[in-house]
């Protein structure tokens, strides 16, 4: 079997370089003939632990390839990938899929023999379907089959995702094209991984009503933590006590600053757009997405009653600004509402991640990017550990800093307050 993966964003090259490895033979298309010339010189286009050594391996061993001709790798192959984005349309909730019906309409002018067109960006429900009423325009029904196969990778967990996944969804309405995508799995099945066999509009809710799951248990868990601090709680308390419940589950009870990144926010919002399309309410969501669009002003306000309400002039350091660890993706993460805001009623900013400059924050008003941690704290009145990275978990401000003493504000709380407390420095920490 040959797979061409269409789009070598974040899903298509870390599903491509995966797919190798497990010895198929893979090829990735992608119209930015840049970055196909990248890619073929062993630069990654995106920062992802693992990755780089996964594609360098591959092309090496000529199981990976990279093209931008979109019609020959379609002919070559019987497994189409598509793994363009669906980013939200703008002034609108609803899910742009002018790439993903792009790409349909160049790939149905080159079925030349039986394909399975699989879909793995997230989309909304009976995407699939208006994908085969375009395929149906120039092929017989027989010459294909569209089947849905939504992704699950974290950023910067995302191979780990790949190979021990907690599910495979497979959404087909034929059992060929079933049996012959869990035949490409199988080296994941035999290690464990579950496969689920649902109907294609079924494995494209599936995704959605999963992340929109997750979102909301964070931010169930982040309004618990409000209700802690009001009454002298320790949140992970809470947070160890209900994850002990076998129907709740201990992980996404991670307390702190609004969530992030390409998906919760854009999949919460496709997801209401969908149920308004088809005329019900999900209110449940949509309070979720209003909740944590009040987080980051919730957190702010905190801040500035912190630094009792007087910010012009303070120094206030950022230890990490993308939206978690193990990322260089600054995609709505809580940063980019906080530093702005601070910069706004005068506060002189520095920050610190370990991807580097971010040039979201290149225009903003007084915000300086620093070479190390050393360096962003001197002369800091408020430390603000924005994001969760390994490189902040075991510092000693006490001899990083000599002399100076900084609040420190653990968005994270990944610190132990005592420890802290015992090196002198005044801290706060999220729902404790
Ligand atoms: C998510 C989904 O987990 C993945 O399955 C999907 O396919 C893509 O979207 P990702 O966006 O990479 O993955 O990040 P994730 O690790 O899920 O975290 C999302 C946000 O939630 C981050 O801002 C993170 O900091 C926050 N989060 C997560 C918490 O605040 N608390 C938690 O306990 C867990």
Redesign the pocket.
């Known amino acids: 079997m040959k797979l061409c993966m269409i789009g070598t964003g974040y899903v298509g090259l870390v599903s491509g370089a995966c797919f190798a490895d497990l010895g198929n033979d893979v090829i990735c298309v992608d119209k930015d003939s840049n970055k196909i010339n990248s890619l073929i010189n062993g630069q990654i286009p995106i920062y992802e632990p693992g990755l780089s050594e996964l594609v360098i391996k591959n092309y090496k061993n000529k199981r990976l390839n990279f093209s931008t001709n979109l019609k020959k790798s379609v002919k070559e192959s019987d497994l189409i990938f598509i793994c363009v984005g669906t980013p939200p349309k703008k002034r609108s909730n609803t899910a742009d899929l002018s790439q993903i019906l792009n790409v349909t309409k160049k790939i149905s002018l080159a079925i030349n023999k039986f394909k399975i067109i699989i879909t793995k960006s997230?989309i909304p429900v009976t995407t699939g379907d208006e994908i085969e009423k375009i395929l149906l325009k120039k092929n017989s029904k027989k010459k294909f089959s569209v089947v849905s196969n939504?992704?699950?990778?974290?950023?910067?967990?995302?191979i780990r995702?790949f190979i021990y996944p907690d599910r495979i969804v497979v959404g087909s309405n034929e059992n060929k094209s079933n049996r012959i995508l869990k035949n490409l799995y199988n080296p994941l099945i035999s290690k464990g991984a579950t496969y689920l066999s649902t109907s294609r509009r079924s494995a494209e809710l599936i995704?959605y009503a999963?992340?929109a799951f997750?979102?909301t248990?964070?931010t169930f868990?982040?309004e618990i933590a409000n209700l802690c601090e009001k009454t002298g709680i320790n949140i992970e308390d809470i947070s160890i006590g209900m994850g002990l419940d076998k129907r709740i589950g201990s992980?996404?009870?991670?307390?702190?600053?609004?969530?992030?990144?390409?998906?919760?926010p854009k999949?919460t919002k496709a997801i209401i757009s969908t149920a308004d399309k088809f005329k019900t309410k999900l209110s449940v969501i949509e309070s979720v997405i209003k909740s944590n669009e009040n987080r980051s002003e919730l957190l702010l306000d905190r801040v500035y009653d912190i630094l009792n309400r007087e910010i012009k002039n303070k120094k206030v350091t950022f230890l990490g600004v993308t939206?978690?660890a193990n990322?260089d993706?600054m995609r709505?993460?809580?940063s980019l509402k906080m530093i702005p805001a601070l910069s706004k009623k005068g506060a002189i900013i520095k920050y610190y991640d370990p991807t580097g400059y971010k040039k979201e924050f290149s225009k903003i008003k007084n915000v300086y990017n620093s070479d190390s941690i050393k360096q962003s704290l001197q002369g800091s009145d408020l430390v603000i550990v924005h994001?969760?990275w390994n490189d902040f978990k075991s510092l000693n401000f006490k001899n990083l800093v000599k002399g100076k003493k900084f609040i420190i504000y653990d968005m994270r709380n990944i610190y132990s307050p005592e420890k802290i407390k015992k090196q002198g420095f005044k801290y706060y920490s999220v729902g404790r």
Do not use: M, Q, V, W
């Open positions: 997230t939504p992704e699950f990778l974290r950023e910067g967990e995302a995702d995704k999963s992340n997750l979102a248990k964070i868990i982040n992980r996404f009870l991670r307390a702190g600053p609004a969530y992030g990144g390409s998906c919760f999949d939206f978690k990322t993706d709505d993460s809580s994001t969760e």
